[in-house]
């Protein structure tokens, strides 16, 4: 499982941290989703946001950046 560990703007991003139990997780192990209410479902982002990702196995922490977009979005990590 994900857990979120941060979500912060910077520069007019969206900058999600997070770190996966999954030793075997890459950037590539993710998208980023994106809805304007809870009450619809949440939909890829296009174009599709950055991932980078900081060490390796259980230890690696990722972090997603997203132009920030309209006053309020919700998002979600999706486990590919």
Known sequence: PLLITGITTSGG???ISFTS???DDTTSSFALQH???VTT???DVS????FTQVGAGQAATFRVTYPQS???QFYR???L
């Not at 174009?47 to 950055?50: D, G, I, L, Y």
């Open 35 to 37: 809805t304007t209410t």
């Open 41 to 43: 479902s949440p939909v």
């Open 77 to 79: 990590i999706r486990h």
């Open 21 to 23: 139990t999954d030793g």
């Open 70 to 72: 309209g006053s309020r």
């Open 13 to 15: 991003n969206v900058v």
């Open 47 to 50: 174009p599709a946001a950055t």
